[in-house]
């Protein structure tokens, strides 16, 4: 639907969205996108989405109206795990580019498209820019990507393939941040870092809309996800406020769960330390690529929901994410990414600490698909289980 205006998450002024914005030109606070909401009221209920598109254009109502850049993304599986009666998994690896980095991107070229944008740029954990890079040539405009130079070899590839510039560098996402912010002036790119554009917050709340579609309109006790910038959590949350608004559930939230890897937990740190915001995290180190964020644009926003929700923010080691990883995929038949079985070890802590009853219903997100980081993995299994004829494939017979 139009949008009323973007608001800023700090001072609360209000920004028009008939041109580009980034964030809040008074304090860099992020920028919401406002509907006006009221005058859906009654007009568009939760029995009207049914046999419409599976994807997260169904629910076009709360999304800017503007022609979609579309591959298919959302409408994920919401899968009853075999292991936890009461838990689901969410699936997002099944979306286009193999990761729920897909629904923040369509949302985000969308609008850049309908701009008339033609250069958009951004740093990546890995997954954002193969996303980006799909979106962008779906859209026919110009990507640029940074990227660490040891992302999973996927999204060098599929970033290549896709047509997008992309430049590696011997550092970590926030370097790249900061060359993305120093060169994009003089080069006339439009900056769609997380949560320095107010789209791919758009996107991502979708998943918060299919929670609630997909389990009946009935919230869960409880959503873990994997944080490295946080916009999925953030969207989510913003999901239920307005889904409140529109009379399609009550006040009733999940407990918000953060999990980080324990070599990069800086929002485990600062809800730790009782603080709003987090700091930058010294010598980010984990095979989960995309949890290696050592300091999140909208940290505030992320501290604030899991304050308010009762959620909470735990580490997990890179040993419990390898073994979840494979166990995951024996017991659930689901190949996760490292970062998206993460939440099932958060969730194993939860149970063992009692924080979770095996009644509550909670929903694990597995945030891409374990087919992107091959060569991560086998280099982690190789670590951890010496040279592969220890492992267990049986090894190589022939020639014949
Ligand atoms: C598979 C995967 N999971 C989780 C994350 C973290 O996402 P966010 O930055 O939205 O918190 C990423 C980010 O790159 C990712 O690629
Ligand atoms: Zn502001």
């Known amino acids: 639907m139009r949008i009323a205006y973007l608001e800023c998450t ?13 964030v809040c030109p008074k304090d860099g606070g992020v920028l919401y996108v406002r509907y006006d909401l009221a005058s859906l009221e009654g007009k568009l209920r939760r029995g009207d989405l049914s046999g419409r598109v ?28 075999r292991e936890h009666p009461n838990v689901f998994i969410k699936d997002e690896g099944l979306n286009p580019t193999g990761s729920f980095k897909a629904r923040g991107m369509s949302a985000a070229v969308t609008m850049a498209r309908h701009y008339g944008l033609k250069k958009l740029a951004a740093p990546s954990a890995g997954n954002a820019g193969g996303a980006l890079a799909a979106y962008a ?19 060098r590839m599929e970033c290549d393939y896709y047509g997008a ?25 439009f900056d769609v870092s997380t949560l320095k554009e107010p789209f791919r917050v758009e996107g991502k709340k979708t998943m918060g809309y299919e929670v609630a579609e997909q389990l009946g309109w009935k919230l869960p006790q409880g959503i873990i996800y994997p944080t490295g910038g946080g916009v999925g959590l953030i969207g989510m949350w913003k999901a239920f406020d307005e ?17 980080q890897a324990a070599g990069c937990a800086p929002i485990v740190a600062a809800l730790e330390a009782g603080k709003s915001a987090s700091e930058m995290w010294v010598g980010a180190a984990t095979f989960a690529a995309g949890l290696r964020v050592p300091k999140a644009y909208g940290d505030y926003l992320i501290l604030d929901i899991l304050k308010k929700s009762g959620g909470l923010a735990l580490a997990v080691s890179d040993a419990e994410i390898l073994e979840a990883t494979r166990h995951w995929a024996k017991v659930e038949g689901i190949f996760a990414a490292p970062e998206g079985a993460a939440s099932l070890v958060a969730y194993q802590k939860l149970l063992d600490t009692c924080f979770f009853s ?26 951890a289980a010496g040279p592969p004829a220890s492992r267990a494939i049986a090894g190589i017979i022939g020639p014949y």
Request: hydrophobic share 40%; glycine share 8%; aromatic share 8%.
């Open 10 to 22: 700090r001072c609360g002024e209000h920004l028009s969205a008939d041109r580009p914005q980034n």
């Open 54 to 81: 599976a994807s997260m254009w169904r629910y076009a109502e709360v999304l800017p109206d503007a022609k979609p850049v579309t591959l298919g993304e959302g409408f994920t599986p919401m899968l009853a795990s």
């Open 137 to 155: 040539a779906a859209a026919d405009l110009e990507a640029y990507i940074f990227m660490p130079k040891d992302v999973p070899m996927a999204n």
């Open 165 to 189: 510039h992309v430049t590696l560098v011997d550092g970590l996402i926030s370097d790249c941040g900061r060359l993305v912010a120093e060169r994009k002036d003089k080069e006339g790119w």
């Open 243 to 259: 889904m409140e608004e529109l009379g399609w559930i009550g006040s009733e939230r999940p407990k918000m769960i953060t999990v």
């Open 358 to 383: 095996p009644d509550d219903t909670v929903v694990l997100f597995n945030t891409g698909s374990g087919l992107k980081y091959l060569d991560v993995l086998d280099t982690k299994d190789a670590q």
